[in-house]
T-cell receptor, first 114, second 116 residues
């Protein structure tokens, strides 16, 4: 059973436009959510996170939104740039419950078209 | 800043051989995690340590897998004997566990393991 789901394996967006990546989760104990970006032959790189006590967190061009009632989070990238082309992973953990390991979605391959 | 360092980057070996993967976490980080990435299952947690003590090894697939953390700056993941289905990319990550603060995990670049 997949506790973290990214239903879009790939997404193509024009340069300069907004990219919206979505993630759904089923475990209501998750209280910390992260987005990672991954280039080929490299490890995942931390992008942005959000605690369950918040519903929005911004860092430059990146904003993460959390809707706890819907068990849904999204990552907005605006404006999208060619260097944003990568695989994006959504991840979650139950830190307050002492489960520090991350549960990952399968990833969304974002392609920024020039 | 030195990140998480994994070695080797690539390993090709024959079925039945012992494989040892190595990880050096970021200095000062007290949590260390081992993950495996496959096409079928994606990224999955194998085991993690806090202050060199294994906390959760429920993700370790079989007794053929073992992990150790003899000190704060070194960990190994060993597979003995190795099988073709163990072929995957193995990632190590570390995190600073500050009480009351959510801290992200930082990943190494992985070891690509191929068992022939």
């Amino acid at each position: 059973d997949q506790q973290v789901k990214q239903n879009s394996p790939s997404l193509s967006v024009q340069e300069g436009r907004i990219s919206i990546l979505n993630c759904d989760y089923t475990n209501s104990m998750f209280d910390y959510f992260l987005w990672y970006k991954k280039y080929p032959a490299e490890g995942p790189t931390f992008l942005i996170s959000i605690s369950s006590i918040k519903d929005k967190n911004e860092d430059g061009r990146f904003t993460v939104f959390l809707n706890k009632s819907a068990k849904h989070l999204s990552l907005h990238i605006v404006p999208s740039q060619p260097g944003d082309s990568a695989v994006y992973f959504c991840a979650a953990s139950d830190l307050r419950g002492g489960a520090d390991g991350l549960t990952f979605g399968k990833g969304t391959h974002l392609i920024i078209q020039p | 800043d030195a990140g998480v360092i994994q070695s080797p980057r690539h390993e090709v070996t024959e079925m039945g051989q012992e494989v040892t993967l190595r990880c050096k976490p970021i200095s000062g980080h007290d949590y260390l995690f081992w993950y495996r990435q496959t096409m079928m299952r994606g990224l999955e947690l194998l085991i993690y340590f806090n202050n060199n003590v294994p906390i959760d090894d429920s993700g370790m697939p079989e007794d053929r897998f073992s992990a150790k953390m003899p000190n704060a700056s070194f960990s190994t993941l060993k597979i003995q004997p190795s099988e073709p289905r163990d072929s995957a990319v193995y990632f190590c990550a570390s995190r600073f566990g500050r009480q009351g603060f959510d801290e992200p995990q930082h990943f190494g670049d992985g070891t690509r393991l191929s068992i022939l």
